[in-house]
């Protein structure tokens, strides 16, 4: 394979074959060359991944103890539905026992005169002299 290699440098290229000059003539940026900026921006760079690390961390975690808390407030709301619920069945209850014996029973008596008061007009637009009725 050497041999083949010497016989191809032997040979003069072609004037088609020449050498391709690229180089510019103005100075360009390497990329072997460290901007001053560089090592700033990436630190800020890397802080900003941090903070939405963190802050994607705070959400799910905020978004799970809502969860767990609106969990937990339907289970109160259904305990203090069927409390509610007890309640209404007693006050049912005791109030089909309430007549006008139980009333005596307890010390109460029928009103003997009902007096009514009446105002002719408007009374909530009514202006009183005293606070007398």
């Known amino acids: 394979m050497k041999k083949q290699l ?5 040979y003069k290229p072609l004037a088609l074959q020449g050498n391709l000059h ?3 003539s103005r100075p360009r940026a390497s990329l072997a ?23 994607y961390l705070y959400f799910v975690a905020a978004s799970i103890f809502n969860v767990m808390g609106r969990t ?10 069927s409390s509610i619920g007890t309640l209404e069945q007693r006050y049912l209850a005791l109030s089909q026992d309430v007549s006008p014996e139980s009333g005596i029973a307890l010390g109460l008596a029928p009103i003997a ?12 637009l009514g202006k009183v002299a ?3 009725i």
Not at 6 to 10: A, E
Not at 72 to 81: D, H, K, N, V, Y
């Open 22 to 24: 690229l180089e510019v």
């Open 72 to 81: 937990e407030a339907l289970r109160q709301s259904q305990t203090i539905g």
């Open 113 to 124: 005169a009902t007096s009514y008061v009446y105002r002719p007009g408007n009374a909530a």
């Open 33 to 55: 060359q460290e901007h001053p900026m560089e090592r700033r921006a990436l630190s800020i760079l890397w802080i900003v991944f941090v903070l939405l690390i963190l802050g």
């Open 6 to 10: 010497q016989k191809i440098s032997k």
């Open 130 to 132: 005293s606070d007398k």
